[in-house]
């Protein structure tokens, strides 16, 4: 139905609000089992997905770390070297 949620935290350039708000939309998705919600949900589920946003973009302000900042790109290629061990190399 959605795809995996990604750790925005800590990383090297900070996750931006389009992130944050994809992150949002995917929990609402995956909890409520729908991906797009009939006409009579959409407001709650939109209203869902804006307060999740927020109080997740609130929590990656608040959080503290001592470990230096993730590179994207290098996590990424980490990721991709782990998917072709896990399915093949295509």
Do not use: W
Request: include cysteine; charge should be neutral.
């Amino acid at each position: 139905m959605c795809r995996n949620i990604r750790t925005l935290h800590n990383f090297e350039p900070h996750a931006t609000s389009e992130e944050v708000h994809a992150a949002a939309l995917q929990y609402v998705r995956k909890i409520s089992g729908s991906t797009k919600p009939s006409k009579a949900n959409q407001e709650a589920f939109d209203e869902a997905v804006h307060e999740i946003a927020h109080i997740t973009q609130h929590l990656l302000d608040s959080l503290v770390t001592q470990a230096p900042p993730k590179d994207r790109e290098e996590e990424a290629a980490k990721a991709k070297a782990r998917a072709a061990v896990r399915y093949g190399a295509a």
